[in-house]
């Protein structure tokens, strides 16, 4: 059964940084790529990036450019979501999801979600 | 690369159809027939329900059917159901590996 699972819900400061991860299993992960999506409070989903962990080809969102990092081990694995320094409207749940396939265009696996709230 | 344009909202009663429209560029919707949608309840991951515009993955009711013109891709579901509410999702393929979300329609079952 394929299943990614995410690392729980994190409370941070501002400033402070922060890695959370998207482990997959059932499949192999060096295979297909994973993305990340994120959900503000009240609003809807955004694509902000994806990583094929076989080679760690990674692209972004232009809007999440530079403000995140995504990155992969896959003798683990698992793919991460990074911040170097939080600020509050990083504030978010955020979602990892399989693509489904290296020439297909969707999502067909999701994680859990991972909560992260950033207040001083 | 903007957010795809969908309703705020719809409803419908139990038994009726709705359709969910979603706009965006020729540099996605209008380019790529690679529109997939996704169903969210609050607290639970996205559930894929249309994929490459109009194809059902395995386990989908086939009371969701989806549809593209031009710029706009469309989810139609057909014979509501309680368990229908939810938020609605529509995602585009962008080309180089990158896709763009709508903003998500509330579906509201009266």
């Known amino acids: 059964e394929v299943q990614l699972v995410q690392s729980g819900a994190e409370v941070k400061k501002p400033g402070e940084s922060l890695k959370i991860s998207c482990k997959g299993s059932?499949?192999?992960?060096?295979?297909?790529?994973i993305g990340w999506v994120r959900q503000m409070p009240g609003k809807g989903l955004e694509w902000m990036g994806i990583i094929y962990p076989g080679d760690s080809d990674t692209r972004y969102s232009p809007s999440f450019q530079g403000q995140v990092t995504i990155s992969a081990d896959k003798s683990i694995t698992t793919a991460y979501l990074q911040w170097s320094s939080l600020k509050a409207s990083d504030s978010a749940m955020y979602y990892c999801?399989?693509?489904?396939?290296?020439?297909?265009?969707?999502?067909?696996?999701w994680g859990q979600g991972t909560l992260v709230t950033v207040s001083s | 690369q903007s957010a795809l344009t969908q309703p705020a909202s719809v409803s419908g009663s139990p038994g009726q159809s709705i359709t969910i429209s979603c706009t965006g560029t020729?540099?996605?919707?209008?380019?790529?027939?690679?529109v997939s949608w996704y169903q969210h309840h609050p607290g639970k991951a996205p559930k894929l329900m249309i994929y490459?515009?109009?194809k059902r993955p395995s386990g989908v009711s086939n009371r969701f059917s989806g549809s593209k013109s031009g710029n706009t891709a469309s989810l139609t579901i057909s014979g509501l159901q309680a368990e229908d509410e939810a938020d609605y999702y529509c995602?585009?393929?962008?080309?180089?590996?990158?896709?763009?979300f709508g903003g998500g329609t509330k579906l509201t079952v009266l």
């Open positions: 059932g499949y192999s992960l060096t295979s297909y790529w």
């Open positions: 999801a399989r693509r489904a396939g290296s020439s297909l265009n969707y999502f067909d696996y």
């Open positions: 995602c585009s393929y962008a080309g180089s590996s990158t896709w763009v």
């Open positions: 020729s540099s996605d919707v209008g380019t790529y027939n690679l």
């Open positions: 490459e515009g109009s």
